[in-house]
């Protein structure tokens, strides 16, 4: 018998010829002709698992119950035309005019010593915000934090994010692609998002009824860190199911010079998920989740007179440096517990027409320790919990003359609380919300052009419990009732010759988080005092996307964003012109200011296919934020920067299939724009830093191997971030090895 078939791109429908068609067990197999054809013999009756690869494309494995002449078709999609990113439009079966990229399953596992902010900085406008080296967050466009939503496998991540040293309770390794919707598209979601979104998403079960799975080793010369990572699955029909379990553990980090004491981290975590289909229109699925983590935070950011931090702020070397290598992790450092359980059904009603239930359980536990007198640093100065329920309705139906729309009822409840271990005043206030929202989005789609226009209702009552700043002191009770309308429309226009064009505009308001109202107090893991408002108004945000695409012959591929982004009462954390003395120490101060905003920005991102084997890829992004209110530049806004890479992929080299090396580089300029007054410091200069990545793939009879060699800062450049809050007492990570290996089965 005979296996035979036709090897296309998925987006374009063009053969692909020289693709390599292998059987797992076997040593023989075929390659595609100039036409994409391929031909396999002497193939028994039996079952197998086929492998498809081909350089700059995913590579395919399909599980085939052989019984006679087989013949097929095999689609490919495209892996990394623009700067390891693959472009998707939309979710599943939804039609959108958004602008959003994605990290494939690849590019996650050959960067599985990051976190999900450092992971996804390779995406154009995407920065992140630090706290040292293991606590980051993202930045999109300029926004963070509360502006910025976070779904983990569809839900809205419900945690302690307010703080800057906050990072998202999520492992990205549970995750098959990550995508961020950079546009204005965040209505069917809930949450406080002005714009931009960020989907964590584990992919479907395979439908492969043997155990199979994929595990995943690197090592970090930085650190002296390590991570393992493994995940099983199997489909069968009574249940499908997967766990991925994650265990991570690293070091004091180093700068070019110096040993950064305490900034040790250690991981625990994992995921289950199982699905079920009871017929051909009704599928179920329950996924659990738990994020378990220590992270130290630098000593010495933690001073204890004004003298000293005002010489700490000085100092080349900080003070506590040692000499010496330590994964001790002591204080102050942070504890984090984060669990998810969600299940979700979704019921077919016809072809083009279905409605979903969801529900989600989130409990979020974050512990953070001071450097604290008398013995007592291991009683945590802030402790708080947050349990959260969330229940969703959606309905999506494809209608006549190429209309579809999708809405939704959203409801979810918060209760976050101190919990009376600390012996202090907390940061933050005891507070319960409840949450109420209905969004409908449609679409059309006219030859090719699509429009789309939707609006989002939403209603927020929260009753929050404050302890008064003024002695003596007493509960002050907050009842604040929110109203919100958001809207969206959005046009797309694909032109010929692989050209197109897309325009959106967003309407979104946001609420003043409890932090930004009613802080009060020490933020540890910042190193300063921060102070909020409780007069403060409601965000109005307006933003205008424009985005340009394309190829010239299939040999340049180019990509441009164009934003105007206009925030009325823009919320900020503003430095003030105060260090103050405490008890605990003496810290900078900080407090939540308001003030009209605009963001203007782009991002640039192109590459050139010089030859089948060699391309370069470029991206370069802007962004200006500015207070139109004072007439003063916006403080903590990313610096502008520039990327370049040099790629090259050898098909075979010895027993080495796709064999590819790259050479990159990376130049973040000084943040110019921001006055010298702004700050406790001067923003630090520009920095260049170049890196190197070696990968290959072997098959083996059973195994597929997937190795890779990445080198950061290969001239362990000594430099400063300006987005990192450490900045202030110490130098950014030197030169750091990485080596993995991915095996899948």
């Known amino acids: 018998m005979a296996v035979s078939g036709l090897v296309k791109d998925v987006s374009t429908g063009v053969a692909i010829s020289y693709a390599t068609i292998s059987v797992k067990g076997f ?253 051909r229109k009704w599928f179920s699925e329950l996924y659990f989740s738990s994020f378990n983590a220590e992270f130290g935070v630098l000593r010495g950011s933690h001073i204890g007179n004004l003298t000293d931090l005002e010489e700490a702020l000085e ?181 010929g010759k692989g050209w197109e064009a897309s325009y959106n505009i967003g309407y979104a308001a946001r609420n003043p988080e409890v932090n930004e109202l009613y802080s009060n107090g020490l933020h540890q893991g910042v190193s300063g005092i921060e102070e909020g408002d409780p007069t403060l108004n409601k965000e109005i945000s307006v933003k205008n996307t424009l985005s340009i695409k394309g190829n010239v012959k299939d040999r340049l591929f180019f990509e441009g964003l164009f934003y105007y982004h206009k925030i009325d009462n823009y919320i900020f954390l503003n430095p003030q012109d105060e260090i103050r003395l405490t008890i605990r120490g003496a810290f900078p101060l900080f407090k939540y200011e308001q003030t009209d905003a605009r963001l203007i920005g782009f991002d640039l991102a192109a590459t050139y296919q010089a030859t089948e084997r060699f391309n370069v890829t470029g991206k370069y992004s802007y962004l200006n934020g500015y207070d139109v209110t004072n007439h003063l530049p916006l403080v903590y806004m990313p610096s502008n920067n520039l990327y370049a890479g040099l790629n090259y992929q050898i098909p075979d080299l010895g027993k080495l299939q796709n064999v590819g090396f790259q050479i990159n580089s990376r130049f973040v300029s000084e943040q110019k724009n921001l006055l010298p007054s702004q700050d406790f410091v001067v923003p630090p200069e520009s920095y260049y830093l170049i890196g190197l990545k070696v990968s290959a793939e072997k098959q083996l009879p059973k195994l597929g191997l997937n190795m890779f060699v990445r080198a950061e800062n290969l001239l362990n450049e000594t430099y400063r971030d300006y987005l990192n809050r450490q900045r202030y007492f110490a130098d950014d990570l030197g030169f750091n090895l990485i080596i993995g290996m991915n095996i899948s089965f």
């Open 27 to 279: 040593s023989s197999g075929d390659v595609t002709d100039s036409l994409g054809f391929f031909h396999l013999e002497s193939i028994c009756v039996g079952e197998y698992h086929i492998v498809v690869n081909h350089i700059g494309y995913e590579t395919q494995e399909l599980y085939l119950n052989i019984a006679g002449d087989t013949a097929m078709t095999v689609f490919l999609e495209r892996n990394s035309q623009l700067l390891d990113e693959v472009e998707v439009i939309g979710q599943g079966e939804e039609v959108t005019t958004q602008e959003s990229h994605s990290l494939n399953s690849e590019s996650i596992a050959q960067n599985s010593d990051k976190n999900l902010a450092t992971m996804i900085e390779s995406i154009s406008g995407v920065s992140v915000i630090k706290n040292g080296s293991g606590i980051s967050k993202p930045v999109v466009h300029g926004l963070y934090g509360n502006r910025l939503s976070i779904l983990n496998n569809g839900i809205a991540q419900s945690g302690q994010q307010w703080g800057i040293d906050h990072s998202p309770e999520i492992d990205p390794l549970i995750a098959n692609i990550i995508t961020v919707v950079k546009g204005v598209g965040a209505l069917e979601y809930q949450g406080s998002s002005l714009g931009a979104v960020v989907l964590v998403e584990p992919r479907k079960i395979d439908r492969e009824p043997h155990l199979n799975g994929e595990g995943r080793y690197f090592f970090e010369s930085n650190g002296l860190g390590s991570g393992l990572n493994l995940e099983l699955q199997q489909h069968r029909k009574l249940l499908a199911w997967r766990v991925v379990g994650t265990l991570k553990k690293s070091g004091d980090n180093r700068s070019s010079e110096y040993f950064l004491r305490n900034t040790g981290n250690q991981e625990a975590n994992i995921a289950l998920q199982f699905e079920k289909s009871w017929n």
């Open 315 to 495: 100092r080349d070397v900080p003070f506590f440096t040692e000499d010496n290598f330590s994964y001790s992790i002591g204080s102050p450092y942070q504890k984090v517990n984060h669990h998810l359980l969600k299940f979700h059904t979704k019921y077919s009603i016809s072809e083009n027409q279905w409605f979903g239930i969801t529900y989600a359980g989130q409990y979020n536990l974050r512990k953070e320790f001071d450097v604290r007198r008398s013995g007592r640093s291991d009683i945590p100065a802030l402790s708080l919990k947050q349990i959260s329920n969330f229940i969703e309705v959606k309905y999506q139906n494809s209608l006549a003359r190429n209309w579809e729309l999708r809405g939704g009822i959203q409801i979810n409840q918060v209760d976050n609380t101190n919990l009376p271990e600390t012996g202090i005043l907390p940061l933050i206030p005891d507070y319960t919300a409840s949450d109420y929202g209905v969004f409908s989005i449609v679409t059309k789609t006219i030859d090719k052009t699509t429009i789309e226009f939707g609006g989002r209702y939403d209603f927020e009552n929260r009753n929050v419990a404050a302890i008064s700043v003024s002695v003596p002191r007493k509960i002050i009770r907050y009842d604040n009732d929110f109203l919100n309308l958001s809207a969206l429309g959005g046009v797309k226009h694909e032109f």
